[in-house]
């Protein structure tokens, strides 16, 4: 006992210095329990709008002579638009595979849409390997809700029974996916469901989207969410109300369908906006907008509606040339892309898997190559760090569609800064573009500039052999319904 001190005095202080230890602990404890929901909060929820086969200027902000996209608009002046963003393949279900694995389909198979097995000018293949990453998957595990709505065309939900992946397989919690036919999609319209099927007799399939999503979201209870929606506006046989119709007076029929259809949808996601702002969720939310590929040429005799504005670019869909895989880019991510900037670094639709993981601190998978990077240096004005130069391989550019400019293109592709290199399999008919001077690829440079032809063609060769690998040549999905006793033994690829 100190000199001086009683013991009742020492007991005093030593209950002064436990009161002291403790209310450290506890503030300790509350400091990290504070950390801990700062990052929890933190993590941003992701909302992805893909829309099918919207044309690169069929956006306002864009430059569209008279289109109105408010919504569009909106998240530009708020957010990042990218005037580089290209999807990974110029039709549907390819493209969408590429944005949800951060991976070339080309590395598994999947050269192009869905085929059940009986359509013998393509290849047959009915859903991504569920060996593949998937963005769903990777955001769940990291305590994410994850939602689908939409468009889908990816796996053959409908065969579901038959063993074929839905989208629980991929790690969506759920899912409402359009049973999409061209003229159905737009009204009174059929849904899939883990639970089963209904359909939304007399309401526009545009409201029913922005419906579920906000239904989604109040479901949650303060958890991050993903919803993935996917919108078929304005594929195919567009379809708008009249109302929307009226809105372009002084254009074709055909016109007033199509931008009333872009239109329509604008206003749905326009009050999908206004919501996540009422609840406090819009400066936690990255919203990215874009399309799955370019819009169809309007020669094309059998899409009556097809309408769509591809600005400068050469082709459409169905083809590599820049209309074909050039598509509108919107990102916005309060504090992190810096409003109304515009970006004219290449951004792929390959980019957005990795960009939403890195943020909310979801791992990749290792041991497998990947084709898309975080985006996030474009936003700062640096370079985004690529596994290689842009690659785009399309092989049936050259026989779905007829033959001629507005049509066919080669079915190779290579890009590295301004310069795009283009080739046929087997390395022939090569086309060198500088789109800096000429984004509509009329001049073809390669004999000019020899040089840059043969070192980027080099190049290509070294990204075709990674891309077109063993596993890519062995992987072969083939439809259950296919009349075969042998389709469980037809997939025998395995990773490396």
């Known amino acids: ?103 070339d389909p080309n590395r598994f198979g999947m050269k192009h849409i869905l085929n059940e097995g009986d359509k013998t000018s393509i290849p047959p293949f009915h859903q991504i390997p569920l060996e593949e990453p998937s963005l769903a998957r990777l955001l769940k595990g990291v305590g994410y809700r994850t939602a689908h709505i939409g468009k889908w065309h990816v796996s053959l939900v409908e065969r579901s029974h038959l063993g074929v992946a839905t989208p629980t397989d991929y790690g969506f919690d759920h899912w409402m996916i359009l049973g999409a036919g061209r003229t159905t999609s737009y009204f009174s319209s059929g849904w899939h469901l883990a639970t089963g099927q209904t359909r939304t007799e007399g309401r526009w399939t545009a409201e029913v989207y922005v419906d579920e999503a906000i239904k989604f979201i109040e479901a949650g209870d303060g958890e991050p969410f993903f919803i993935n929606l996917w919108s078929f506006s304005p594929h195919g046989e567009a379809q708008c109300s009249e109302e929307y119709m009226a809105r372009y007076p002084d254009r074709t029929k055909q016109e007033q369908i199509y931008l009333g259809t872009i239109t329509q949808q604008e206003d749905q996601y326009s009050r999908l906006l206004d919501y996540l702002d009422e609840k406090g969720l819009a400066d936690n939310t990255i919203v990215i907008y874009s399309s799955d590929n370019g819009c169809d040429p309007h020669t094309i005799p059998w899409m009556e509606n097809s309408r769509g504005n591809s600005g400068p670019f050469r082709g459409g869909k169905h083809n590599i040339y820049e209309a074909g895989i050039r598509v509108p880019g919107i990102v916005r991510w309060p504090g992190v892309a810096p409003a109304g900037l515009v970006v004219h670094q290449a951004v792929l639709l390959l980019d957005v898997m990795p960009t939403p993981c890195a943020a909310a601190g979801a791992e990749v998978p290792g041991g497998i190559p990947y084709d898309g990077a975080d985006f996030r240096p474009a936003l700062e004005g640096e370079p985004i760090t690529r596994p290689h130069a842009l690659y785009w391989q399309y092989e049936m550019a050259r026989s779905l569609l007829p033959e001629g400019p507005e049509f066919a293109s080669p079915q190779l592709a290579m890009r590295r800064g301004p310069w795009k290199l283009m080739c046929d399999l087997g390395w022939k008919r090569v086309e060198l573009y500088n789109l800096d001077m000429d984004a509509a690829e009329k001049w073809n440079l390669a004999t000019k500039h020899s040089d840059i032809a043969d070192s980027m063609l080099e190049e290509m060769k070294a990204i075709h052999a990674d891309i077109n690998g063993d596993y890519a040549r062995r992987a072969k999905f083939i439809h259950p319904a296919v009349d075969s006793p042998t389709y469980m033994n037809n997939y025998i690829g395995t990773p490396p």
Not at 45 to 52: A, G, S, Y
Request: glycine share 6%; charged share 15%.
């Open 1 to 103: 006992m100190l000199r001086g001190t009683s013991h009742m005095q020492l007991l005093h202080a030593r209950n002064q210095h436990s009161i002291g230890l403790l209310a450290a602990a506890l503030v300790a404890g509350f400091i990290s329990i504070s950390k801990s929901s700062a990052a929890e909060k933190t993590r941003p929820n992701v909302v992805i709008l893909l829309n099918d086969d919207q044309g690169w200027m069929d956006i306002a902000c864009a430059g569209h002579p008279v289109i109105q996209t408010p919504a569009a608009d909106r998240l530009a002046r708020e957010g990042v638009r990218f005037t580089d963003m290209t999807a990974a393949f110029p039709v549907c279900s390819p493209s969408r595979a590429a944005l949800l694995t951060g991976r």
